[in-house]
């Protein structure tokens, strides 16, 4: 009798309020055997899929007091300050969410041993060789790149248990939030609007719900270590966004050509960039949906 009861996996989503958060709970919350507890630091959306707690994991001793009464055997951080260009000009908010928030999540992790789901970012890269693989050298050419590499370090160094999974370019269905890149594309034509596509910023756009079954795939075989988990395709933004508007069925004329350099940001971006998933896919059996086939399917939910 004993045999067939199995106690149910608890899994700690912080920064659940993001694009990857509302997925990750979407997911667990379909699969039998799981307890999902959402955190996030914004009290004003509501998680219908998983119990919700506040939190702003840049507390230390919030963070450790969540992690001690919920126990829980995995602990996903989907969340980070993302703005790149903000993460030049506030520093010390980038570097307090990006490094010492997932320091205090390691450190509590490890306390209880769970192990710790990491999302980090191309952008560790310097964008001058890519697409790269996991064993190329880091070289972060701005400071949001500098804060996931700062983080992936402090993970290497925690004595937790902790994947880290770097990604590229999101993109996917998200209830709440800020748009990705497709549904910005598609609503900015679809309004008649002129958009400024960067024809010189190559990397492999990623679809949530691939990237977050590969999570899923590390928990499940305690796959440890840093992986690249990204889309099939490297190409630049400017030939995605002409696939966007070809799955779509809008128009393309209404799209101009320009160079990073003409937008004057704020943060450096790295241009030929993107990730190798061969790693992924030998050891996870990782195999991300095929672009179009991704686009058509978001087409679809959408209308
Ligand atoms: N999106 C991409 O294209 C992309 C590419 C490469 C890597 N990544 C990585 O993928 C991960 C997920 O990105 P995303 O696009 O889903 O990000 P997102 O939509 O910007 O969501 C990030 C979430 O983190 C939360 N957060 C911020 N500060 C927090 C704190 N102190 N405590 C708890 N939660 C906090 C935010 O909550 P509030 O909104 O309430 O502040 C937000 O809900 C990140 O690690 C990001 O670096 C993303």
Redesign the pocket.
């Known amino acids: 009798m004993l045999d067939n009861f199995k106690l149910k996996q608890r899994i700690l989503i912080?920064?659940?309020?993001?694009?990857?958060?509302q997925r990750c709970a979407r997911y667990y919350s379909q699969l039998p055997g799981y307890e999902i507890m959402g955190?996030?630091?914004?009290e004003t959306i509501k998680f219908p899929e998983v119990s919700y707690v506040y939190?702003?994991?840049?507390q230390r001793e919030e963070v450790k007091k969540l992690v001690e009464d919920f126990c829980p055997d995995v602990i996903i951080?989907?969340?980070?300050?993302?703005n790149v260009d903000k993460s030049e000009t506030e520093r010390e908010t980038a570097w307090k969410?990006n490094v010492k928030?997932v320091e205090h999540i390691a450190e509590a992790a490890r306390i209880v041993d769970a192990h710790v789901v990491h999302?980090?970012?191309?952008?560790v890269f310097d964008g001058k060789r890519g697409p790269y693989s996991e064993v190329d050298a880091p070289c972060p050419i701005n400071y949001y790149g500098r804060t996931?590499l700062a983080s992936e370090n402090a993970l290497h160094i925690s004595g937790a248990r902790y994947s880290i999974l770097r990604?590229?370019?999101?993109y996917g269905i998200i209830p709440n939030?800020?748009l990705d890149f497709v549904r910005w594309v598609v609503d900015s034509i679809s309004q008649e609007k002129q958009i400024n596509i960067v024809t010189d910023q190559y990397n492999n756009p990623t679809f949530i719900d691939d990237l977050v079954r590969a999570m899923g795939t590390v928990v499940d075989k305690e796959a440890y270590g840093v992986y690249h988990v990204a889309g099939m395709e490297v190409l630049s933004r400017y030939d995605f966004t002409m696939r966007i508007l070809q799955a779509f069925d809008l128009p393309s004329d209404r799209v101009v050509p320009i160079l990073t350099e003409s937008l004057n940001q704020p943060a450096q971006r790295p241009l030929k960039s993107g990730l190798l998933i061969l790693k992924a896919q030998s050891e996870l059996g990782y195999s991300p949906m095929n672009l179009d086939d991704s686009l058509e399917l978001m087409r679809r939910e959408l209308s």
């Open positions: 912080c920064g659940v309020s993001g694009m990857l958060g955190a996030a630091p914004d939190l702003d994991y840049t951080n989907a969340g980070a300050f993302t969410i928030g999302i980090s970012s191309d952008y996931k990604t590229n370019v999101l939030g800020r």
